[in-house]
């Protein structure tokens, strides 16, 4: 296999995790009254438990042992974006803060320029603009925003949240070597730091009945477990710009789930969003869906060997 095509196989594993986060809305409308951080500690703790009895079983735990360093950094970037989106939403009207933080896909393109070998083209920026433009047509419902300096605690901390979840991602670039299997710990330690959270700031309201525990379930399986493994793949190996673009789908795709399910309706406003955001991902996967000729030259990225994508600290 080339080094285009593992670079290609590894985008589309980490795209499928846009997928698994467009199941946030369904389970967690069907999760009941169950506080955000609590929600948060079950779920990683069960993702993060399921993960380390699967390694131990195949006898690959010693993949877990990891410099502090390499702890610190999966466990603060997990938990450091869901603890200040969740302050946000806390301390700002949800619309506003939701908007603010879905500026974390665009982020994750401009600062991917940073990394080794990267090169950041214009159809990247547009790509990634025109998903901004969805998910805000989205979000806000075509309807204008007006930012109160009163919520100015809410808006900081869902800038914090794009930039931690942006930061982990691009940075976990430069953590190539560290292999994906680590990030069962990682999520061992959102979970910890998730409960400590819930003690200090929440009251305690357990899911009530067997659909509501599933409903945590299926979050630990997919959304808030599965999905951050196949990312790691993806943002290590992969197109990140590309990834960064499509993550937009997110929203979109959890949006017409509700709809599906029916906690929402089909709005003309929905309708444009999936056509942005669809527009959005082609023109930024513009390299990976037009490959040049054969024998033509290849870009910088696409002949870059994959061992250097895997560069560590």
């Known amino acids: 296999m080339t080094q285009d095509s593992h670079r290609r196989r590894a985008t589309m594993i980490g795209l499928t ?3 698994m986060w467009s199941m946030l809305g369904v389970f967690g409308a069907a999760s009941g009254d169950v506080p955000p951080f609590l929600l948060n500690a079950l779920c990683f703790g069960f993702s993060g438990l399921a993960a380390t009895l699967w390694l131990a079983l195949r006898g690959r735990l010693r993949l877990m042992r990891q410099p502090v360093g390499v702890w610190a950094f999966g466990t603060l970037g997990l938990f450091g974006f869901h603890f200040f989106y969740f302050t946000a939403i806390r301390n700002a009207p949800p619309v506003e803060a939701n908007l603010i933080n879905y500026t974390w896909p665009l982020l994750i393109v401009v600062f991917s320029a940073l990394l080794p070998g990267e090169r950041l083209r214009a159809h990247h920026l547009i790509g ?15 309807q204008s925003l007006a930012l109160d300096p009163a919520y100015l605690i809410g808006y900081l901390s869902a800038v914090a949240s794009a930039l931690f979840w942006s930061s982990y991602s691009v940075l976990s670039r430069r953590l190539g070597r560290v292999p994906t299997e ?3 710990g990682f999520c061992l330690g959102t979970s910890v730091l998730s409960l400590a959270a819930h003690l200090a700031v929440e009251q305690t309201v357990w899911p009530a009945g067997a659909g509501e525990w599933l409903a945590v379930l299926g979050l630990a399986a997919f959304p808030v477990g599965l999905a951050f493994f196949v990312w790691d793949i993806g943002v290590k ?18 949006t017409l789930l509700l709809i599906l399910f029916g906690f929402g309706t089909f709005t003309v406003s929905v309708a444009l969003a999936c056509a942005l955001v669809t527009l959005g991902a082609l023109v930024a996967a513009r390299d990976m869906l037009f490959r040049p000729a054969a024998g033509a030259s290849a870009s910088p990225s696409a002949e870059r060997p994959v061992a250097e994508d895997r560069s560590a600290l």
Not at 243 to 254: K, W
């Open 182 to 184: 680590a990030v069962a």
């Open 128 to 142: 990634a603009g025109l998903g901004l433009a969805g998910a805000a047509l989205l979000v806000t419902r075509g």
């Open 17 to 19: 995790a846009v997928l």
């Open 237 to 254: 190996r992969g197109d990140i710009q590309v990834l960064g673009a499509g993550a937009y789908a997110a929203p979109v795709l959890s």
